[in-house]
Structures are given as C-alpha cells and as structure tokens.
C-alpha cells in the first residue's frame, strides 16, 4: 500500500500511543534476588495517562506527553488522512482497509475482528491481497499487541523527564521496551447494589450478571466485551470454530491476555477515565489534539498542509514550527480541563477524589484528607483546589500546627491568662466599639473551640459505632473450600480457579456462619506466611504441613475421614487475587473470617524464601503484624483451645499453651511491608486498618466479662479474664495511642505521631460500663443480642464467640456453592 497505518483520528487511539510512555508500573516494585522485580504487593504508585493524583493537574506538561503526541502526528499524516481528508472525506479506518492501500491498521480488539474476517464489509477483497506471497497455511489477516515504548517518563524526579526505559523506572519491561496496553471500547455497564431493599431486582441483576460470564466469546452482546475466562484453550478453540479460522483465533488469544495480567503476571493495564465529566474532558482533548493542532489546516494555526500533506508540519521536518504550536495546543487543552472542573459539582477537588476511586488507590481518601496532605506538600495546589471550602484550619492545628502557621500565622495562637486584664485595659481606652470587637472575637473563637470539639466528638463516637457495626456484617462473604477437595487440589490453588470449577462455598452473612457451624461443619482457618513475593508457598511445603495436619485434627476429634464435613479458609484460596476491590473487601472482613473459625491452625514450617536469602519458620512467623493480628482475632473471641501449631510433617499437631496470646496480643508490635518500605506512594498504614476490627473484638470482650460476672459466670470467664489482665497490665503496648509514622511526600522524608488508639478504648468502657449504644438491630443483622453472656459458646471452649446460639439454625441457612 501507498499509505502508513490507517486509523481514525480518535482520543483512544492517541491514548494507547500515550500509554506505554506515561505508565510503567502500578504499584511499588521490590527487585529480587535475580534482578527481577516483584510489583505485586507495593503501594499503589498513582501513575495514569490522565491527571496527576495528589493534585488533578492534567498529566500534560511533561516530556512525555509532548512525545506521544510527536509520535501520534507523524502516524497520523502517514495514514489514510494524507488523502481523504483533503478530499473531504472522513478520515476512517473502516472505509480505507478494504482498498488494500494501508500497511495495516490500528484499532481496538472488537473492531479488528471485523476487519480481518474473510467477506466481512471490512475487510480486504481477494483482489486486494498479496496472497502469492502467503505460505499455505498462512492467513492474510494477522493482528498483534499494540507497540511498547523504550522511552518512558521518570515519575519521580520532579517535572518527569523522558528517559530510557530500563532499571526502576521501568521494571515490567520487555528488552527494554515498556508494554501498557489500553482498552476502550464503547458499550455497556451495570453495578450491583448490595444493599438493594428489594430481593427481586438484586436476583435479577445477579442472573444478568450470571449470563454475561457464561456466554460463549463468540455471541456477547458488544464485539468490544472481553472476559479473562475467555483465555482458555476451550474459549478459543469455540472461537476458532464460530470464526472458522484458527489463526485469528490464537491471534485474539495472544493480545487479549496481556490485557488482562494480573499483578503477579506483571499486568501494567491503563484505566480510562472513568469519571463524572468523562464526555466531557474527551471533547476537550479531541477538539485541541485534532480539530485546533493536527487535522487543522497550516493557515489555521494546524500542522496539517491540506495544499499538500507532504508539507504538513511535524517534530521532524519543522521542529520549531511544531514546538510552537503544541505549546499553544497544551496551554489551550490545559484552559478548556479547568472549564470542564468549573462546572462539575465540587470543582476540581470533587474529580479528584472521583479520580482516586475509578484507579482505587489505597487507601482511600476523603476530600478532606487530601486536603490535608496537600497543607503540608503543596500550598499551591491546596489554593487551586479550594481546599478552605472543605477544610477549617483551626481543626488540624493539633496534628498539623506547624503546617497550618506557615500557611496562615497566627490560627493556631492561644490566649493566655494575661489576655483577661489586656483585654480590659484595652476596653477602658478605646471603649464600647473596642468591647463589642473583643466579645465578637471571643465568641467566635468559643464556636470555633465548640466545633472543633464536636467534630472530634463525632469522629470517636462514629469510630466506635462502626467497630461494633464490623463485628456483625461482612463486607465480603466468608469463603470455604471443602476438606477433600482442599487435599485432592495437591497444592494451594489460586481463588479465581476454585471459583471457576466451582469448589467454593459461600457464606453471606455471620448468621449464616453460625447456622453452618451449628449444622455440624467445622470450619478451619490456616495462618501462615507467604514464602515468595509473587506465590504463597512455592516449594509447596506449607500445603503438605496443612494437609498433615487437618487429618489429624479430624483423627483427634473422630470427625469422618471422608473430609466432607471440614471446611477449609486458607489465604490464596479464599480471598480474591484478581480484583483489587474485591480483594479489598475481603481483607477487611479477615478480622470477621478469623474470628468465625471454629479452628485455627498455625503453619509454620522452616521453608526458605524463595526470593530472600532467609527462612520463615514460627519465628519469622510470629514478628508479622498480620499474622498476630489473625491470631488475636481468633482468640479474643474462641480462646486458645482451639488453636493449633503445624511447624513438622510428622503428624504433630501441637496445642498452643494457654498463655500463647500473650506475645500475638502487642499486634502492633508486628512488622509491616508498608513500615518497611516507608509507606512510599500512600500516607497510610495497615496499622490503621486494624484499629475497628480489635477495638471491637475488645468491646465484646470487656461487655462478656462485665456480663458474665453479674450474672455468676465469673469461673467461665475466667480465660476472658485473662485476655483483659494483660491488656489492662500492657494497654500503651496492646493498644498504642499513638505510632510513629515515616512517609514520603515530595522526595522528602517525615517522621510524624499520628493517633492510632487514643482514648478509643476508654471511651468503649465507658459505652459498657453506663449500657450506652453496644447493641445492634438483630431484625437487620440477625447476628447480635444485646447480653454478653449469650455470646459463650456453647462446646469447645467455655469461651466467647459470635453466634452459634443467636437464632440461627439450620432451616434459615443461606449456603451456595460457586
């Protein structure tokens, strides 16, 4: 053909150029011992194609933007567009394929399929073919992932230079180029809403859902819907069938599975702009990239020569031209986004918090928060964004006092017992007009004090309401997989798998945990550390210690050796590995599935690390925050009894002695990835994400034992009695009010408290104490009553747990098995 590669002159087309060059990785990367690097569990790092995440600023004056869209014009003017649009046609894809005149073509999956097809409308006639030189065998239509880039911007030096992709700047990289794939197709989309008061529509919307994943690749309803389950070899074996055509088929195969990698697979996917104003910011940069810069007419102030597309003007042939007309094309492209956050509800700062959601960066944070973070590293942004409409200075002058004095002097100052005689003195000089200043000013700072103090107020009491809320719902159902299957699997088996073949059994709600468990299943939970950074347990070590120590158990208890009655929870079989959010609301709910567990079992055998030059055993075990926190969680609420330790493959399965919780109970005494890697990327801590979950656990803890001595069960609770001795001997260590916090904001390293505890736990004695607010609506939970004493659980142990006795039996169980 005469021509380049046809396209049609779009936004997404230009994203996917961009793409590859903006982002190189998700989340904070660790190299490993053989210079890899593992990107799978870091903090988020916020890299998108759009806007920058701390601030909104449009990610559009740097040297990377400037590149892609270098690149993208000279595509352009070598494609289709040389000749139709001077002609006054439409620069399209579609229509100039089938004349044979293009090199190849770029365009999304969904259309693709139709351009390559034999006799689709699309597609290149016979005639058109160059099929002489086709070995037999061979097909005329081949398709591949979009290119990478070996030139990629540095996030973190300041302005993002352009530089070669290698090393940490780039550690997903292919020989040296930088793969970012980018989807956007039109169509469709639903949401589920959990809380649907109506049974009917949520079955409904639930069997829609159902449909849309069983359906065959060949008949979804948008040619642009793709599903990863569609990567099987029976998916594309159907598909090669339906196309009659095996080679489009694999081809399909091929680009559609670095769309969906996941982060272990090194998966660098770029989301689209999936925001309130969508339309809106795509109309802007269509307009300013193609209608004002590059389809524009040279006389028009464009780069396009319509006289004579070979003159038209690029960062080759007329670099100087090109610099000065792009730099008008950004600055009017930077106008026409803040337009669009003019009129959206909340300006810039509410698309900012939108922004985070869609990329579902962790933690969350509220548009006060962000604020907040913007006070102490980016005054001026802190001004753009309008933060003083959401923030009142005076609330953070006890956590960011010296933040809020740069920005305004003087809030924070207080008075001190002088003030009194100065002001009087003043008031007999200057008279009545000074007096009504001062009692003005003092009114208003007494406000001030009174709303400062009342949002304080609001903050404890919400905190506490939903740590007693947390200890009855689930955020994410409990999910189990049966004790023989568990063992046939042969190694621990990723969710997604178990899901797909349908080997796991879901429990919806607390209730029906405690019907299951009252219906005779055992439910047990295996704590263990993860051995590599990518996979749990490579060397498959800790699965044969699991396997050899849940038949023992049941040999212990005479349970029946056919294992059908034992129900397993083990981290990666059990918790969604795919989707973050998911993934998300299961790690809140850990807290919940611990404490439901009618056994814990601690895996603990000496194991190397795959990618450390060390060995995890019970030691290495027992220093991991996470790994304390399930033990407490456990304990708290089902003692130690039922509590096992699996550290040998001889078939020991050893009680942890009773004072066992003494050391799992200073949890945050505990490491953490995040502390380690200095919570780069997020202000955050998963210290924190454990404060709802144990300051309610230690609610019901103290409420039972209150209870359980009015009412003479002092002796049955003697182990809960325990629990609160050596929290109340060590509470700064059990629950610290504070912790010390080392982020990175700007390049530059912090050292801050921050609040972890506080008086929390005061004030939860207190609700108990004075039979203030600890009690939930059973008629929507079903899962709560509001003595202590009916929380004992009747069997193992004489200790407490959730359930088992409040209401639920086996004829309201909910269990489906997926």
């Known amino acids: 053909g005469d021509w380049g590669f046809c396209l049609t002159p779009q936004t997404n087309y230009f994203n996917a150029f961009l793409s590859p060059v903006m982002q ?21 790092t916020g890299q998108n194609i759009f806007f920058d995440v701390d601030n909104f600023d449009p990610l559009i004056f740097n040297e990377g933007f400037k590149y892609a869209v270098e690149l993208y014009t000279r595509f352009v003017q070598a494609s289709n567009c040389q000749t139709e649009t001077p002609a006054g046609q439409k620069c399209d894809r579609k229509s100039a394929f089938p004349t044979g005149r293009c090199a190849g ?32 065998g061979q097909y005329h239509g081949r398709r591949a992932r979009f290119p990478g880039s070996t030139k990629v911007v540095d996030w973190k030096i300041g302005g993002m230079p352009l530089v070669d992709c290698r090393g940490a700047v780039c550690p997903l990289a292919e020989d040296g180029i930088n793969y970012a794939p980018f989807f956007a197709e039109g169509g469709e989309s639903y949401a589920l809403n959990g809380r649907q008061s109506k049974p009917s529509a949520t079955d409904a919307m639930w069997d829609m859902f159902t449909w849309l994943a069983e359906l065959p690749v060949g008949n979804i309803p948008l040619s642009g819907v793709y599903r990863r389950s569609q990567l099987t070899d029976e998916a594309t074996q159907e598909l090669a069938e339906m196309l009659n055509n095996t080679v489009m088929a694999d081809d399909l195969h091929d680009v559609l599975v670095h769309f969906f990698k996941n982060d272990d697979e090194g998966g660098n996917q770029v989301q689209d702009l999936f925001i309130i104003g969508f339309d809106d910011y795509n109309d802007a940069l269509d307009t300013e990239l193609h209608q004002n810069l590059i389809m524009a007419d040279i006389n028009d102030g464009g780069l396009f020569d319509m006289a004579n597309p070979r003159n038209s003007i690029n960062s ?154 947390a200890l009855h719902q689930l955020d994410y159902p409990l999910h189990l997989i049966r004790g023989d299957e568990f063992i046939d699997e042969g190694k621990l088996i990723r969710h997604e798998v178990l899901r797909n073949n349908h080997k796991l059994t ?17 439910v047990v939970f295996f704590s263990h550390q993860w051995t590599s950074f990518t996979v749990p347990d490579p060397s498959n070590n800790q699965y ?39 993934q998300n609301l299961a790690i809140r709910s850990l807290a919940a599935y611990a404490s439901s567990a009618t056994y814990f079992i601690i895996v603990a055998p000496d194991t190397p690390h795959a990618d450390l030059d060390d060995t995890c055993d019970l030691d290495t075990y027992q220093r991991r925050m996470w790994c304390r926190a399930e ?22 399965l050893i009680p942890v002695i009773s004072d066992f919780f003494r050391e799992s109970l200073r949890v945050f005494e505990g490491e953490l990835t995040c ?44 182990s809960v009695e325990a629990f609160l001795k050596e929290i109340e001997e060590h509470q700064e260590s059990v629950f610290p009010r504070t912790f010390q916090r080392v982020t990175w904001r700007k390049n530059k390293r912090y050292t801050e408290e921050v609040v972890l505890f506080g008086d929390l736990i005061d004030r939860m004695k207190y609700r108990i104490d004075h039979g203030i607010g600890f009690a939930i609506d059973t008629e929507n939970t079903g899962t709560v009553s509001s003595k202590g004493s009916e929380f004992i659980r009747h069997g193992a142990s004489d200790f407490l747990r959730h359930g088992v006795v409040h209401g639920a039996s086996a004829h309201n169980r909910n269990v489906t098995d997926s």
């Open 24 to 44: 190189t990785h998700l989340k904070e990367c660790e190299q490993k011992g053989d210079g890899s690097y593992d990107c799978s569990r870091g903090a988020n």
């Open 105 to 136: 073509v770029i365009s999304m999956p969904g259309t693709l399929t139709n351009l390559l097809s034999e006799n689709d409308s699309y597609s290149i006639p016979p005639e058109y073919r160059l099929s002489s030189a086709l070995e037999p």
């Open 316 to 469: 080759v042939t007329n670099k100087a031209e090109f610099d000065y007309r792009y730099n008008r094309f950004v600055e009017a492209l930077a106008r026409r986004y803040q337009e669009v956050n003019a009129k959206a509800d909340g300006g810039a700062l509410h698309q900012l918090y939108l922004w985070r959601g869609a990329l579902d960066l962790r933690p969350a944070k509220t548009e006060f928060e962000i604020c907040q973070d913007l006070l102490a590293t980016d005054v001026e942004s802190f001004d753009n964004l309008n933060c003083l409409n959401v923030v009142q200075l005076e609330t953070l002058c006890q956590s960011q006092r010296s933040d809020v004095e740069e920005y305004a002097p003087g809030t924070c100052k207080t008075n001190n017992d002088n003030s009194t005689i100065i002001i009087a003195v003043l008031c007999s000089i200057v008279g009545a007009g000074v007096v009504a200043f001062v009692v003005y000013y003092t009114y208003k700072r007494y406000q001030n004090y009174r709303r400062i103090t009342m949002a304080h107020e609001q903050l404890m009491e919400s905190t506490l309401n939903e740590a007693i809320r």
């Open 506 to 522: 879901v429990l919806d709600s607390l209730s029906d945990v405690d019907a299951f468990i009252t219906a005779g299943q055992h």
């Open 544 to 582: 044969e210690t699991m396997c050899i120590s849940l038949r023992e158990l049941v040999k212990q208890n005479g349970w029946s050796e056919n294992l059908k009655d034992v129900f397993v929870w083990v981290d990666f079989s059990c918790i969604p590995q795919a989707n973050p959010s998911t």
């Open 631 to 652: 033990q407490v969680c456990h304990s708290m609420r089902n003692g130690t009894s039922g509590m096992y330790l699996a550290v040998r493959k001889d078939n020991a």
């Open 675 to 718: 502390c380690r890697l200095e919570h780069k990327g997020t202000s955050a801590c998963d210290r924190q994400s454990l404060v709802i979950p144990l300051l309610g656990l230690y609610g019901e803890l103290y409420r039972a034992a209150k209870d359980g001595i009015k009412g003479g069960n002092a002796e049955a609770l003697s």
